[in-house]
């Protein structure tokens, strides 16, 4: 717990006609090539996943879960369903808590899409457990993300305007690792917008929410009571 | 490894396909029949067991326990029937014991056809499978290939199709009891009489429902050996004896060997 | 393997087969599967009041043609694999169509060098309403508005082609069925016996039975 706890923020939001993914991703060093090193991964067209914590560990999570959508569809000839995928993902998570051989995943992931019922968000817990959300996060900055993600209101809320929303929180939840770069890696995945499918935000789109959040952590600085309450 | 072994399977085939001849399995050419009743219902078998044209066995069992309330008459080859015919019992026995239940019949017979499916055929297993449970009277068929028939009446077996006249022509819907135990009997009967792989008696099991089933061993019994007029054995003292010579033909030889004691042992200092 | 080689592409001695006519067709409120009832060993007809309409799920039936054996099997193991799909889906909900088509496609095709199963996999859902797919002998799937099969549908290809009408009424749909399976039962000799009948609707399962002398008539 210890590694995910400290580890870079990871948040999830779902809207009324999608999900959106968002990381920080601390630039450790100047040498690393900006818009590489991807963080956010692919179960199935579908289907995102974030993650804090091991880096390895989450990307082994994300290859049983390619494991198991692949195996689903070729027997049923559709994509999975997102709970399904998540019931799946829970019994091998847990597994690695029951044996001294091995280490439970040192991650928690945020995994979100949208399939035959609609959009779904989930987190996954090293212990096996998981949730559905309309608002998670992962990460050193997690308490600042979720009550900024508890003011948003889910019902009316568009993946567009989450994007921006998205931008914001995890540029609030980095105020207090200021001495740190960081770059923002944005994923959606809705209906209207991607098809169904998810993929990584358009490079506009991410600069618009950048410059969104920028301005609002300016209009924060000169006026620190006036918080606009969206419920 | 226990089961059938497959490894020559091919080489066989082309064996024969060379014009030589495949060893035959024991087969019991045979008429089973099932029917239902009001309340209940009832199978029977004839008693005849062949090995090619011989007659192996003039009064055989051909009606197998599943379960104290499930029963199973069986044609086809006579040690496919007797074995998977065991294995099931056993296994429904612990199925029951498991689940603290009584067997269903449709436990039995998908176990069956299971475990035939997965044989394809080479378990030569015909078998009508009926009892009765905490659901009802059940009557099926299950096919060595593995497919099974339900059905008010049933025949199975080389008498099948004489049988069958006789439950096509003589059935009815709600029987009782006595009826239907009478009509199979009929049936097996006309096995007996025109097929010439069915034979000797009539062997017949009743099931009711809340009652223990009822094996009606020997039934009937149409072909009763008649006592011989005469006795065809010789009168002693019929040959007569010419000469009379005993003689040892065993030597008894005793040898006794002893041997040497041992003698006292040198203890050096 | 050594020049040696067994043909397998025959039912194998003493196999019950359906020597079969049956079909399936969707209609205003759903799905109508028919079929006729003989099941043959050889010359002998060993059930003649068969039922080839088999229980896949709640609103699901397959029709099955070619051997007893294999196509029971399948569809043991489709209802088996339809019952732990069905309870990952949330409440109230059930397997679609296609789904247990999918299934019957991949068990027939994974399996095609020792199954002889021609199978016509019809059901009602509430997303799709009625839909019928086809699954014949090398284990590809098709989707299709009717879908006849087994050894009698030779004969009445022609016939189905010419009447059949989309959306037709429950009634008109019946005597579709009942006129086509009755014409490929007269000219088969492997089909015969009753014509059963499953409708499937938004409201459930309703089964009908046709004698010969109803049909023929």
């Known amino acids: 717990m210890k590694a995910v706890e400290n580890g870079s923020t990871s948040i999830g939001i779902k809207a009324k006609d999608g999900v959106v993914l968002a990381v920080e991703k601390i630039v450790n060093s100047k040498l690393l090539v900006p818009g590489k090193n991807k963080r956010i991964q692919t179960i199935d067209r579908h289907i995102g996943v974030a993650y804090s914590g091991l880096l390895p560990d989450g990307r082994h999570f994300v290859n049983r879960g390619r494991d198991e959508a692949s195996t689903y569809s070729n027997m049923y000839k559709e994509p999975v369903s997102i709970p399904h995928l998540m019931d799946r993902l829970g019994l091998y998570v847990q597994n690695y808590t029951c044996y001294n051989s091995v280490r439970p995943f040192g991650v928690v992931s945020i995994v979100g899409g949208v399939d035959a019922n609609g959009p779904h968000l989930y987190m996954i817990e090293p212990s096996g457990t998981y ?17 900024e993600l508890e003011k948003l209101n889910f019902e009316e809320l568009t993946v567009r305007e989450a994007v921006k929303h998205a931008a914001r929180i995890i540029r609030q939840a980095h105020e207090d690792n200021k001495d740190k770069d960081y770059e923002l890696e944005i994923t959606w995945c809705s209906l209207e917008e991607t098809g169904g499918q998810h993929q990584f935000v358009p490079e506009d789109l991410l600069q618009e929410a950048i410059k969104f959040a920028q301005e609002e952590d300016d209009e924060d600085d000169e006026d620190e009571e006036d918080t606009e309450m969206a419920t | 490894m226990a089961g059938l072994s497959f490894d020559n399977y091919q080489r066989n085939q082309y064996i024969c396909a060379k014009g030589h001849a495949q060893p035959k399995a024991t087969s019991t050419g045979t008429t089973i029949v099932g029917c239902k009743f009001n309340g209940g219902v009832v199978i029977a078998a004839d008693t005849r067991a062949t090995a090619g ?39 429904l026995e612990l199925h029951g014991m498991w ?26 297993a015909y078998l009508i499978c009926a009892g009765v449970d905490p659901t009802g009277a059940h009557l099926m068929s299950v096919q060595a290939h593995g497919s099974t028939d339900i059905g008010e009446y049933q025949s199975l077996g ?42 000797s008696n009539v062997d017949v099991c009743v099931m009711e429902v809340g009652k223990d089933a009822e094996l009606l061993r020997n039934y009937l019994t ?22 009379e010579s005993i003689r040892e033909i065993v030597d008894v030889e005793e040898t006794v060997i002893e041997f040497n004691k041992p003698e006292a042992m040198e203890v050096d200092a | 393997m050594n020049g040696i080689s067994v043909d397998i592409n025959h039912l194998k001695k003493g196999e019950v087969s359906l020597g079969t006519s049956i079909m399936a067709v969707t209609y205003k409120d759903g799905v109508i599967l028919g079929a006729d009832s003989r099941t043959t060993t050889g010359t002998y007809i060993a059930n003649r009041v068969t039922d080839k309409l088999t229980q896949i799920h709640d609103t699901i039936y397959c ?29 109230g909900e ?23 199963a021609g199978i016509i996999c019809a059901g009602y859902d509430k997303k799709n309403k009625g839909s019928v797919y086809s699954i014949p002998i090398g284990g590809s799937i098709h989707q299709q508005e009717y879908a006849i099969a087994g050894s009698g549908s030779t004969f009445i290809y022609g016939w189905c082609d010419k009447n059949y009408k989309r959306d037709m009424e429950r009634d008109e749909c019946i005597t579709f069925i009942k006129t086509a399976l009755s014409e490929a039962i007269k000219w088969d000799g492997s089909s015969g016996g009753v014509v059963r009948m499953v409708l499937l609707t938004e409201k459930g399962v309703e089964r009908l039975i046709f004698y010969p002398d109803e049909y023929q008539a």
């Open chain 2, 158 to 199: 080389s008498g099948s199709l004489a049988a069958m006249a006789v439950l096509e022509t003589k059935w009815k819907p709600n029987m009782t009891r006595d009826e239907a135990v009478l009509l199979c009997a009929e049936a097996i009967e006309s096995g007996i009489w025109n097929d010439l792989g069915s034979g």
């Open chain 1, 131 to 147: 949730w559905g959300y309309t608002g998670a996060a992962t990460g050193k900055g997690r308490q600042t993300a979720k009550s």
């Open chain 3, 63 to 91: 029709c099955r043609s070619g051997s007893a054996a294999d196509t029971q099997a399948v569809a043991d193991i489709v209802k088996y694999y339809l019952q732990m799909h069905a309870s990952q889906l949330p409440p």
């Open chain 2, 222 to 243: 149409p072909n009763v050996r008649a006592p011989k007029e005469r006795s065809y054995k010789f009168p002693r003292g019929t040959t007569a004896i010419l000469r």
């Open chain 2, 53 to 91: 044209n011989i007659v192996a066995d003039k009064n055989c069992e051909k009606l197998h326990r599943l379960a104290p309330r499930i029963w199973c008459a069986g044609a086809g080859t006579a040690a496919d029937t007797e074995m998977v015919t065991q294995l099931i019992a056993l296994n």
């Open chain 2, 99 to 124: 689940n603290d239940r009584q067997p269903r019949v449709i436990t039995a017979l998908t176990m069956l056809k299971q475990h035939l499916f997965k044989y394809q055929g080479h378990l030569g």
């Open chain 3, 94 to 116: 059930t397997p679609t169509t296609k789904v247990a088509a999918s299934v019957f496609q991949e068990i027939c095709y994974t399996n095609k060098d020792g199954l002889t």
